[in-house]
């Protein structure tokens, strides 16, 4: 069972009444049209390196290391996980995956109202039409995913995809250098680890 931390209360205990203006920026969607960025709240950094901690967690047992947290509207974490694809041998056990199903449980419903979602890499289509369902209000990623990104990269799912019930605010980028090269250091690892082999054959 994952742990759910506390930690970040004192933290967080002026972070949801103090919203930085700076980051309210205009930013065109897939489609065109133009939206305000959701505003970037001065606990997003913290949040996110809990999520990195995650993160660091899965590439412990060979995983991608990617993580997730999940915050209620009284900052505090009620849902946290991290991709454990191999580990569980689950092809569904991504971070995000983990982290709803944890903060369902602590969650008077299964739908979590007004939680923000702090994932180190942007949601896969998976997760983010799972996000969807779970009624998220809010999702902060690090870094985007090139091959297989759903909100912003591939797909614009909880953000412009007008057929879906719901959609959720976005942040982008918050820690976006750190979330990245957790990443390419556990892929540079997996190449020299695979050329190592290589040569002993
Ligand atoms: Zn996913």
Redesign the pocket.
């Known amino acids: 069972m994952a742990r759910i931390s506390p930690t970040l209360d004192a933290a967080c205990a002026h972070a949801h009444a103090a919203l930085t203006t700076s980051a309210f920026l205009r930013r065109e969607l897939r489609t065109g049209e133009a939206v305000d960025e959701a505003p970037v709240t001065a606990a997003d950094d913290a949040w996110m390196d809990e999520a990195l901690i995650e993160a660091q967690e899965a590439a412990a047992s060979g995983d991608v290391p ?1 993580g997730c947290v999940i915050v209620n509207s009284d900052g505090h974490i009620i849902g946290r996980g991290h ?1 454990e694809r191999e580990l569980a041998r689950d092809p569904t056990a ?4 983990i982290a709803i199903r944890q903060a369902a449980r602590a969650f008077p419903s299964w739908r979590l109202s007004d939680t923000t979602v702090y994932v180190t ?1 942007e ?6 039409g ?1 996000l969807v369902h779970a009624r998220v209000a809010r999702v902060v990623y690090g870094c985007a995913d090139p091959k ?1 990104g ?1 909100i912003d990269t591939m797909f614009g799912i909880g953000v412009d995809e007008t057929r879906l019930n719901h959609r959720f605010e976005v942040t982008r980028g918050i820690r976006e250098a750190e979330c990245r090269s957790s990443l390419q250091r556990f892929f540079s690892e997996l190449r020299r680890k695979s050329v190592k082999e290589g040569e002993g054959v």
Not at 123 to 128: G, K
Request: glycine share 0%; charged share 5%; net charge negative.
């Open positions: 990617v991709n991504h971070a995000e995956m890499l949601p896969c289509v998976m997760c983010a799972a297989a759903a």
